[in-house]
């Protein structure tokens, strides 16, 4: 298994583009295969968790041509997949599972899904309750409400669904199942999540609305659908890879990065929320927005970071960056609190017990909380071997840290950034 030497030291000074989008590249990929004709994606993320959609959807009768400058899907309508010929492999990827359960409650065949042991023990009760309610029965074959998961479709009922977690993933679910019911389906959260799904079913031809309510609870509702309309779908750069070398420029110093083209829909945003509470120099320019996207080219300075709370209504539009910003806040001067984030142990890895042990290990004063995590800032970090657990998030978070740490560090495991970010470590190497 791959280790990588991490060497402090250096200013990271140019410019880069980051991959595709990951949550907007899965959604293409399946709106793209449920839609008539053909949608062109470009600036796809090639990355393994999106490899994995892909494959399903081929094993589902899609014809998916992988071309140097952009992906086509061939749709086959909204009723068009076939039966797969077998077990569907979601690997290491919870949007695979989650949001392909929605498609594949509404379908008329059975289908079975499973992933790697992460993907396999994280909670899939979350959407078989709602799908469930909805007339399709799924089964946790192992009885512990993980995949792998078998999935009898039903007549699908609209429901309202009030959904006791803030996640896309559940939303999508239920409202890609929604496209196949009778009637209208609505799914509450109590705070509101990231929204690609209802900006992408919008572009594709399906009757959306979403209300924001007092108090940041919010509703989304989608119509029965008769066909969607494939589209021509631009990715922008995923401001969860950005978020890294975001936090290299600020951490280290004498750093000016600008990175190109990053997605900054505000349900996604939220990091950039929190470096600036933070303390941190950052502009963005060149904005513009396709296909309800927003996105912009982010400049980013070596800055002298305070502590801050993070909680409540910002935690789901910055739920994959909590990693990298405990990373920042251990470098940073004062206390951060990080609460309400209790998503965070239902993760690739239990997040709150991986970066509390990568923390400590280098040397920062961090306390787990039920949910999130308590850090001393100030702590000078010293380099050390860190265990990602094959969660890519964690790598890369502690790769950052080595940078800005004395001494060097060693990411077990590094080769797991490819679920998100496969030239994660080569775009280090150039700009160090
Ligand atoms: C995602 C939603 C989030 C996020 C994940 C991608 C999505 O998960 O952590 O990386 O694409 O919808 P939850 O819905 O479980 O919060």
Known sequence: MSVRKITPGNHLRGELTVPGDKSISHRAVMLGSIAQGTTEITNFLTGADCLST????????????????CILVHGRGLRGLTAPDGTMNTGNSGTTTRLMSGILAGQ???????????????????????LGQMGARIISVNGNGCAPLSIQPGDLHGIAYTSPVASAQVKSAVLLAGLYAD????????????NHTELMLQNFGAYVMTALHPGGSATAYVEPCQELYGQQVFVPGDI?????FIAAALLTPDSELLIKNVGTNFTRAGFLKVCEAMGADITLVNKTIEGGEPRADILARSSALKGTVIEGELIPTLIDEL?????????????????????????????????TAGLATMGAHVTPTEDGMIIEGGSCLTGARIQSHLDHRIAMAFAVAGLAAHGETFIEDSQCVDVSYPEFFQTLDQLA
């Open 54 to 69: 892909i494959r399903c959807f081929r094993q589902m009768g899609v014809s998916i041509e992988e071309r140097p400058d």
């Open 108 to 130: 008329r065949f059975s289908s079975l899904l499973s992933g790697d042991a992460s993907l396999n023990s994280r909670p899939m009760k979350r959407i078989m309750d709602p």
């Open 183 to 194: 009637g209208e389906t609505s799914v509450t959260e109590p705070v509101l999540s990231r």
């Open 240 to 244: 969860s890879s950005a978020a890294y």
């Open 323 to 355: 990693p990298i910003l405990a990373v920042m806040a251990a470098l940073a001067e004062g206390t951060t609190v990080i609460r309400d984030a209790a998503e965070l142990k239902v993760k690739e890895t239990n997040r709150i017990d991986t970066v």
